[in-house]
């Protein structure tokens, strides 16, 4: 797996280099031929669970017709106490899925909204497959992981960073949280790709 990050004081997959997909494949055969990976700014997501739950029964049938294997959604607007007191509301317990959410509390410096922003990553069990982790505070700055913005998931083999990325703000007030923010990422991913090799 990918190390944390270490802590003092629209999306990307890591690249694994000039590593060829068949040498992965030979290296370890867990690792299907293609993966579904799926990419949503929801701007809400209960709203938009409810709107699938209306015309497609469930999340689970929705993904499955789309044949999804990892589903990544940028701004759900949630908190983790909200999440943890009633997971159905957020379909955060998908028979054959893992899910992992990075969310907005509304605590800390930055003085967010609490509930605002949010990603979450849904990802389909494989029989054989590494175990899936993930990493909420992959920026491993307090002030840029605690908005809920950043969400990294180990798939063993490979990576993939779930990204909500901060505006400027109005007169560009937030650009230089939002330059920290991108630089913190690009040398994060870069490590991740390192450590890949």
């Keep these: 797996g990918v190390p944390p990050p270490e802590v003092s004081g629209s999306w990307a997959v890591c690249h694994l280099g000039t590593t060829t997909m068949a ?44 044949a999804i294997d990892i589903l990544c959604l940028q701004e759900v607007k949630g908190t983790s106490s909200r999440l943890e007191g009633d997971p159905s509301l957020f379909d955060a317990r998908i028979p054959g899925f893992d899910t992992f959410w990075a969310l907005c509390n509304g605590s800390g410096p930055t003085k967010v909204s609490k509930g605002f922003n949010g990603v979450a990553t849904l990802v389909r069990q494989r029989p054989g497959a590494p175990r899936v982790t993930a990493n909420p505070a992959v920026l491993g700055v307090p002030e840029l992981d605690e908005e809920g913005r950043c969400l990294m998931t180990d798939h063993g083999n ?16 937030r650009l230089p949280y939002k330059i920290r923010f991108l630089s913190a990422l690009r040398e994060r991913m870069s490590e991740v790709i390192v450590f890949l090799r």
């Design 23 to 66: 040498d992965v494949e030979a290296a370890d055969p867990a690792i299907p031929d293609s993966l579904h990976i799926v990419s949503w700014n929801v701007a809400g997501w209960i709203k938009t669970i409810e709107f699938i739950r209306r015309h497609h029964s469930s999340l689970q049938v929705w993904m499955d017709r789309h």
């Design 158 to 173: 490979f990576a993939v960073f779930n990204v909500y990325v901060p505006n400027s703000g109005s007169g560009s007030s």
